[in-house]
Every structure is written in structure tokens, then in C-alpha cells.
């Protein structure tokens, strides 16, 4: 049996470009609505302001600087091997107000000099169209993806870069997280992913269905102007795969997680088959839920569906069918209960390397399309030793146990993997925090959550560990 990765499998690391970038006013960009979105910490909420209001933290203005840094962290990506990176496009960069007729050329420009960094290292841009963010206008005017117009105001938004980037970028992917909403109670999670508070709406749920509906129907007009564009193109969706596990043998507990994972499936079923399933139309007709949909959607739906699966693992999460009621809002789903065969990060989040090969088998016995693994990482509060030095052993020891589980899920069980990219190679801000100090880096940066610090970067012990494993293909772990 071969037991190596395919010499071309896409090594690299992964962030997002409002958790690194900063210069959040500058090169003519728009507000975004992450500029709008205060720092918290664990247990303490990141506030939505609306405006930027005076005395608050907002750590996604400087972020991590990479907008001036660029070069030396690319540098630094170069020295670990890095085959490819995984970042988004600052939509507010491109279109300070989203409804422009014509994109501001300076961001446009950005991203052409920092892809061409890149590609003079021979590293290879993975692209989220949508990462969490979007102009603050488009919300304030038309109420976010509520609204169609917005649709059409993305899917020009997309056609501008494809255009320019089509020599540039060969692997994009259209939402990041679009199922992060399904957890339609967190305010954060509809905001970032849609400009929406669905708890403020009407009928949060009813809402959140038509907003996907504007987002799926986004996505697949993308996916086939990106192949009318440039047919060399592979444009993915993303999904966070957070399996949900029976918590027993229980048949109930197992009905109970079958229905549950249909939050995931959704997502998946819609993007990769062009179609919606039978049990969210069930849905919607036990609810009476009215999702407009215009005559041409479905056809756009099914001609549209997704080239590979770009997914984040972090966790898994365990259901139970009665007794429940202690559902965490990181699963979202009401039943769900501690896993206790898993141990938990500072931050709750429950470490299970098994589960990143079966949540590999599942989307590939589903779909038979490739996947690649865009996410994975433990976010960690790191200290410094009295040299200076930090040594992440608890970091390498988590993305060893999942990368051994991600080679077994290829080697043995056949599934098409593309690539890895572990989240946060460069520490940057957290998304559901705001916090500098949830660090998943290879690389330090010297920023505080007071806001101290040098930017200055350093090396973990876990950067040499990574070069490794990428120079001996996986091999060396
Ligand atoms: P932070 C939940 C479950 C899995 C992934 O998160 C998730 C979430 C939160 O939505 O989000 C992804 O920084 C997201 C990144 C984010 C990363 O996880 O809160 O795509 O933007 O930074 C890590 O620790």
C-alpha cells in the first residue's frame, strides 16, 4: 500500500483578511462591519456599535498589521515550506461601499502586489470571497443579505476579482462558515456571516432561511461565472464541520444526532447538488415558512454546484435526544451535551483528532467531491519562557493528532484530500473573542489585549516542527 500523500497535497496555513490585515481606513477603504464590532474575551460579548463610538477597543482596525507587514510574514510562510495561503479579499477594500458602479483601484492593487509576493515564493493564494465581513453600507441601507440587492452587489463584487485575479488565484471559495448562521441565537454569528441580527427580526429563523437562500443562489452564480471566466478555476464552498455525535447506542440519541447533522448537510447538499433536500422542504412546510424564491433560482442552483469542499474542523460535539438542555452555543444545537471521552480547550472546545477522519468520511461518502481542510488549530494563551522563547508543545501535539488522523483518513480510507492549512499560522484577532490573546500561530506577534505591543514577530517552537512536516510531505511528525 502507498503510504505518502500525493506529492502536489497543498501544505500551508490559513487566516482571514479583517483577524490580520488592520489599516482598516487606509487605501481607500470602506467601513466594514467588522470595524463596527468591539473586542471581548471569553464570556464576555464582542458588542455590534453601529458606529465607531469613542473609549471602546476594536482590535480589527489594526489587527495584526499584515496590510504593511505583508512581505516579511510571507517571508517567514516561505521559510516553513508553505505551498500555498489561505486568506479573504477585505470586500470593503475593493468596494468601500458595496453599491459602487466601479472598484477602487488602490485595493484592487493591494491584493495584486501581496499575490504576487506570494507567487514569487512559489505559494499558491487559496481566496474566501466572504470571510465575516462585508461594507457597513450594505447594511445600514438595505438591511444586509436580507435583501437581493445585495446579492447582486456581491456577485459583482466577485466578478471584479475573478477577472483580475483569474492568473493569479487558481482555488477560491465563496462563504466561509455560510452554516455558522444556522445558529441563528448568537447575534455575532448571523452578523458576520450575513449583516443580519436575526434575533431582532420577526421570525429569526424564517429570516435566516431566506438570507441563505440569497447566499446559495450568490454562490452558484459565482461558480459558474468563475467557470465562464476561467475554466482552469476551482471554486469551493466552506463549511464548518463540527460532527455531532450520538451521546448513546440510544436509538433516540441517534435519531436525534441523524437530524441534527442535517444543520451541517444543508449546507453541503445545496452547494455540492444544487439542490434544496427533501427534509428542509418538509421543514419549511411543517413551519409555513415562505422563502421567495424567483423563477431562474433553481436553475442557477443546479447549474452552480461547488468544485471541492473547503471545511474548518476544530471539535465535535455530542447530542442527546432527552435530559438535555445544557446546549452550548458553540454546537448550536439545543440538545447538545459535554462529550465525556473528550477533553476541552480553555475555551471549551472539544479536542477529537478521530473526529476530523470521520467528519473526512462523511462529507466524501456523501459527496465523492474533493475536500480540502482549510481549518484546523488550537487557539491557546502562550507564554513566553525566560528566554523569550515559546515553546507550543500543546499545539503540536493537537495538529499532530490530526494530521495523523487526516493521513489515515487518504491512506486507508481513500478519501480525496487536497490540502491542509492550519488556522491562524500568523497569530492574529480572534473571531468569536476579539481577542489577541486566542493565539493558533506558528509565529508570534507582539500584541496585547490592551492594545500594547510592537507587532514585532518571532518564531514558536511549533514553526520548525510545521517546516518539517511539510518538507518530509507529512512524513515526519
Ligand atoms: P476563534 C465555530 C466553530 C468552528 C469554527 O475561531 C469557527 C467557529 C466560530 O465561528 O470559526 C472559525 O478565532 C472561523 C475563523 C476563526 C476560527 O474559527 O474564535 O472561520 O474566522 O478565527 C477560530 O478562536
Known amino acids: 500500500m502507498n503510504n505518502a500523500l500525493p506529492k502536489e497535497f497543498l501544505w500551508g496555513g490559513a487566516v482571514a483578511a479583517h483577524q490580520v490585515e488592520g489599516g482598516w481606513d487606509q487605501g481607500g477603504k470602506g467601513l466594514s462591519i467588522v470595524d463596527v464590532l468591539t473586542s471581548g474575551a471569553h464570556g464576555v460579548e464582542r458588542v455590534i456599535t453601529d458606529q465607531i463610538e469613542e473609549g471602546r477597543r476594536y482590535a480589527n482596525h489594526e489587527a495584526v498589521d499584515f496590510y504593511h507587514r505583508y512581505r516579511d510574514d510571507i517571508a517567514l510562510f516561505a521559510e516553513m515550506g508553505f505551498k500555498c495561503f489561505r486568506t479573504s479579499i477585505a470586500w470593503s477594500r475593493i468596494f468601500p461601499q458595496g453599491d459602487e458602479a466601479e472598484p477602487n483601484e488602490a485595493g484592487l492593487r493591494f491584493y495584486d502586489d501581496m499575490f504576487d509576493e506570494l507567487l514569487r515564493h512559489g505559494i499558491e493564494p487559496v481566496i474566501t470571497l466572504s470571510h465575516f465581513e462585508m461594507p457597513n453600507h450594505l447594511v445600514t441601507q438595505y438591511g444586509g443579505w436580507k435583501s437581493r440587492t445585495v446579492l447582486d452587489c456581491f456577485v459583482r463584487f466577485s466578478e471584479v476579482v475573478l477577472r483580475r485575479y483569474q492568473h493569479k488565484v487558481k482555488y477560491w471559495m465563496t462563504f466561509n462558515e455560510i452554516n455558522n448562521q444556522r445558529n441563528w441565537k448568537v447575534p455575532l454569528f448571523g452578523y458576520c456571516c450575513s449583516g443580519v441580527i436575526y434575533n431582532q427580526e420577526p421570525n429569526p429563523e424564517e429570516c435566516m432561511y431566506q438570507v441563505l437562500h440569497h447566499q446559495f443562489v450568490a454562490s452558484a452564480k459565482v461558480v459558474s461565472l468563475g467557470h465562464e471566466i476561467n475554466p482552469d478555476l476551482q471554486i469551493g464552498c466552506m463549511l464548518a464541520m463540527v460532527p455531532l455525535y450520538p451521546y448513546s447506542c440510544h436509538p433516540d440519541d441517534v435519531m436525534y444526532a441523524e437530524i441534527a447533522m442535517r444543520e451541517r448537510f444543508l449546507f453541503g447538499d445545496v452547494h455540492m447538488r444544487g439542490h434544496y433536500p427533501a427534509y428542509i422542504r418538509k421543514e419549511w412546510q411543517r413551519k409555513g415558512y415562505q422563502i421567495v424564491m424567483e423563477a431562474g433560482d433553481e436553475a442557477i442552483l443546479r447549474a452552480g454546484c461547488a468544485d471541492y469542499i473547503g471545511l474548518s474542523y476544530y471539535m465535535s460535539n455530542a447530542v442527546r435526544a432527552h435530559g438535555a438542555g445544557t446546549g452550548t452555543a458553540l454546537s448550536g444545537f439545543e440538545g447538545?451535551?459535554?462529550?465525556?471521552?473528550?477533553?476541552?480547550?480553555?475555551?471549551?472546545?472539544?479536542?477529537?483528532?478521530?473526529?476530523?477522519?470521520?467528519?473526512?468520511?462523511?462529507?466524501?461518502?456523501?459527496?465523492?467531491?474533493?475536500?480540502?481542510?482549510?481549518?484546523?488549530?488550537?487557539?491557546?494563551?502562550?507564554?513566553?519562557?525566560?528566554?523569550?522563547?515559546?515553546?507550543?508543545?500543546?499545539?503540536?501535539?493537537?495538529?499532530?493528532?490530526?494530521?495523523?488522523?487526516?493521513?489515515?483518513?487518504?491512506?486507508?480510507?481513500?478519501?480525496?484530500?487536497?490540502?491542509?492549512?492550519p488556522w491562524g499560522c500568523l497569530d492574529c484577532v480572534s473571531f468569536t473573542t476579539g481577542e489577541y490573546s486566542k493565539r493558533y500561530g506558528f509565529i508570534h506577534v507582539d500584541k496585547n489585549d490592551d492594545g500594547s505591543g510592537s507587532f514585532a514577530r518571532s518564531k514558536k517552537r511549533s514553526f520548525d516542527w510545521y517546516r518539517q512536516v511539510i518538507a518530509s510531505n507529512g512524513e515526519t511528525l
Open 336 to 421: 447538545s451535551v459535554p462529550n465525556p471521552h473528550v477533553q476541552a480547550s480553555e475555551w471549551g472546545w472539544q479536542i477529537d483528532p478521530v473526529g476530523l477522519r470521520y467528519t473526512l468520511n462523511l462529507l466524501y461518502g456523501r459527496y465523492e467531491k474533493p475536500l480540502f481542510i482549510v481549518e484546523n488549530g488550537f487557539g491557546a494563551r502562550d507564554q513566553k519562557d525566560e528566554r523569550g522563547e515559546i515553546d507550543d508543545d500543546y499545539r503540536i501535539a493537537y495538529l499532530r493528532a490530526h494530521i495523523e488522523q487526516m493521513k489515515l483518513a487518504i491512506v486507508e480510507d481513500g478519501v480525496d484530500v487536497m490540502g491542509y492549512t
